[in-house]
C-alpha cells in the first residue's frame, strides 16, 4: 500500500536569535481539510515557527514538505505559487486599492498576468473576484476603498486574497487577533467551512481559547520553543502539562514569591 | 612610492570635509527621518561667511575665531529654518521633506550669488599651516595634515558627546524610537531643534575649513551633497562610524581613481557603491530600515479609468491644443513645444513616482540620455531623423535598466539618494568625457528633418507623441501590471504574499519610465538643436518632481496639468527676472507647506466635497498610518 504523504510535513524545525532558542526541533504534520490549532504562551516560538513555514524566515536547521515536496528556505512568492495562502497577525492589505481590486491583483498574479502592459485590469477575473467576495460575506463593500474598512472586514478581505489561488493549505497567524468576539465566532466558522467544503488544509495560531477548543480539530502547544503536547481538544483541555504551562505559572511566580519574602 | 603615499594623504584631508558634513546629514536623519536636501547650502553659507570673517578679522585668533563663528552663525540660521519650515512637514511623507530643503537650495544658491558675487572667492591660507612639509621629494600641504588630524578628532568628541552626554542619551534612544521618547516626558521640538543645529554646525564648519583648499564658489553645494548622499548610502544612513569609514573610503578612490581613469574618475566610486549595495543594501555600517511608511498616503478616490464623458473632454482638449498653430506665431508655437516635451517627461516621472511609489530625484538622466543618443545617431552616424527618433530613446532604456536594476533594490530615501547619485554621475561623465561628450560644448547643429522643421510641424509632432505617451502610461496604470505596481507601492510584505517579485515589476516600471524619458529628451534635443550636459542635471530632475507635485501626486494623469502649468509659469519667469533660482525654491516650500495635494488633487477635492457633504480632510498631510508593529 502506498501512503501519500501528508499535506504539510514539518520534522525537527529549529531556529536560534544568538543564544535563545526560539524554535527547537518541531515536527508535525497537516492533511488535508483539517483545521490545526498551534497554541502557547507568549514567547513560545509560535509566530518564528508560522514564518518558517512559507519562507518568511528562514529555519537553521528541519524540514518543510509540501505533499512531499521539499520548500525549506523558498521565498514567500514561490511557497505561495505552490499553493499556501497566508494571513497576518497584522492586516496586510493595498491600502490605495478598492476591496475587488485587492482580490483582482491576487488573481492577476495567480493568471500569471503580472507583466501584462495592456490589457485591462478592472475587468480582469471580476466574476472570480465577486464569487471570492460573496464567499467571506463582502459583496457589498467591492468598490470600497480598503483604507476605510473596518478591522474585522479587512480580515475577512484577506481570507479572500489567501484563497484567490485556490490554496491547499492555509497559514493564518492569529486569525481574528484584534476582533470583537462577535466577528471572532463568525470568521472562524467562515473559514472552517470554506476549509471543509474545499478540503484545504488550516493552521493557525491563536490566544483565544474559545475559538481555538471550538473549532480546531487538532491543537499543538509550543512552549520555549519545543512542542509538549498534541491531540485533540479534548486530550489537550485534560492535559497535565499544558494546564501547568497555561494556568502554573502564575502559582510559580507566587511560590517563588513568597519564599523570598519568606527568607 | 612616496607619491602614493602623498596622495593617499590627500585623500585623508579630503574625506575630513566629507565626514563633517555627512556626519551632520545622518545626525539629522536618525532623529528627524528628514534627509536635508539643504545640508550642501548650509555646508557652502559656512565656505561663504568664513571667508568673509576671516577677511576682517585679522591674526590667527581671527582666522579660526572666524571659521567657529561662521559655522555658529549658520546654526543659527538652521536652528530658524527648522523652527519655521521643517516643523510645519515633519509628518509629511519623506518625498515632501526632501522637495522642501531642496527649494531651500534653489533660494540659498540664487542668494549667496546676490549677496558675495558670481565669482570664486579665494580664501586665506591658515595661520600655522601655511607650508608644506617635505616628503621623500612631494609636498604635503601642512594644512593637509591638520585636517587629517581633525577627522578622527571630531569623530571621537562626537563619541563622546552621544555616549556620555545626557542629550546624547536622548538622541540615541529617539534615533531607536522616537515616538517612545516622547511618550516618556522628553521635549521632542526642542530636541530636533537642537539635533538640526549640531547637524548644520558640523556642515558649516566642514564647510568654513575648506576656505585654505579650495575657492568658495556658488554650484559647491550641488557637488558635496552627491558625495555625501554617496558616502551615506555606502556608510549607512544613521551612522557616524559608517560616515567616517565611508567618507574616507569616497576621498582615497577620487585620490586614486584620477590617476587610473584621468576623465572619468567618479566611475570607480559608482561601482563600489553598486557592490556595496548588492551585499548590504543598508550600508557597511547601517541597520536594515523597517518596513517603510506609505508614501503616496491614502487616496481618497479610488482611481479609474476615465468616463466616456472624460475621454471627450480630453480629446476636446487635444484638438484645441492642435489647432494652436492656426493663431499662434513662432515663438509661441516653440513654446508650446518645450511644454508638450515637458508633459511627456512628467508623465514619465509620474507613473513611477505615483504608481510606483518610487521618487526618483535623478529623472533627468534618463531625460538626458535620450537627447545624447540623438545627438549620437544623428551626428556621428549620420542616420535620418525618423530612425534617430525610434533609437535614440534606447540610450535612455538601457542607462534605466543598468540604473534601475539597483535602484530598485531600495526604497523611500535611499532610492532617492540614489537615483540623484547616479544622475550626477551621467553628468559627469557627459561633462567630463570632452573627446565624445564635447563637454560643456554639448553637441550642436542637431536640427529636425525637413517635413518636421517648420514650428508648426514640429509642435504637432511634439503633441502628438506627448498625447501618445500620456494615454498609453494611463491605459497601463489600468492593465494587470498597473495593478501590480500599485500592490508593490502599497504592501511589499502582501504583494511578496501573494506571488509577486517586487523589484522586478519596479525594475520594469522603472525601464519604461526611463525609456518615455528619453523620448522627451530626444524631442528636447530636436527642438533646441543641441544637446548639452545640462539635459540631465539636478535642475532638470527637480522640475520634473516639482511638475508631478504641483500636478497632483496622488492623482492618475495631474502631471500633465503640472507641466502645463509649471513650464508656462517658468518660461515666463526667466523672462522676467534673473532671480529664477530664488522665486522657483519658494515657490516649491509653498507647494510642499500649503498646497501638498497638488492642482488637480484640489480640484478632486473640490469635487468631491461638493458630492459629499463631509470633507475628506487631507491625508497626504495628515499623520502616516502608524503601523502597529
Redesign the interface.
Known sequence: MSVAPPLLAVEGLTKSYGGIHAVRGVSFSLRAGEILALIGPNGAGKSTCFDMLNGQNMPDSGHVRLLGEEITGRKPREVWRLGVGRTFQITATFATMTVRENVQVALISHGKQLFNLFGSAPKFDRDEAGRLLELVGMSGYADRPCGELAYGDLKRLELAVALANQPKLLLMDEPTAGMAPRERVELMRLTARIAREKSIGVLFTEHDMDVVFEHADRILVLNRGTLIAEGSPADVRGNPQVQAVYLGEGLVYDSRHREGASA | MAFYVVQFLTGLASAASLFLVASGLSIIFGVTRIVNFAHGAFYMIGAYIAFTLTERLSGAFGFWGGIVLAALAVALIGVIVEMVLLRRIYHAPELFQLLATFGLTLMVEDLVVLIWGPDDLVGRRAPGFKGAIDFFGQNIPSYDLFLIVLGPVVLGILWLLFQRTRWGVLVRAATQDRDMVAALGVNQKWLFTSVFAVGVFLAALGGALQIPRDAVHHAMDLRIIVEVFVVVVIGGLGSIVGAFVAAVLVSELNAFGILIFPKISIILVFLVMAVVLIVRPWGLFGKPEAAAR?T?G???N????LTSNERLMALAALIVAALLPLFAGNYLLTVGSEIAIFVIFAVSLHFLMSVGGLASFGHAAYFGLGAYGIAFLAKMAGLPMIVCLLLGPLLGCMGAAVFGFFAVQLSGVYFAMLTLAFAQIVWSIAFQWVNVTGGDNGILGLWPSSWAASPSRFYWLALGVAALVTVALR??V???????L??T???G?????????AKR?QW?AFV?AGTTAGIGGALFAYLKGSVFPDNLGISLSVDALVMVLLGGVETVSGAVIGAIVYKALNIWLVSQTDLSKLVLGGFIMLIVVVFPKGIVGMLEMLAQRRKKASPPGSPLLAKP?E???
Do not use: C, H, N, Q
Open positions: 506609505k503616496p491614502l487616496t481618497v479610488p482611481w479609474r479609468p491605459a497601463m489600468f492593465s494587470p501590471f498597473g495593478y501590480a500599485r500592490a507601492r502599497d504592501s510584505l502582501r504583494s511578496e504574499a501573494i506571488g509577486i517579485d515589476i520594469t519604461i498610518i503601523s502597529a508593529e
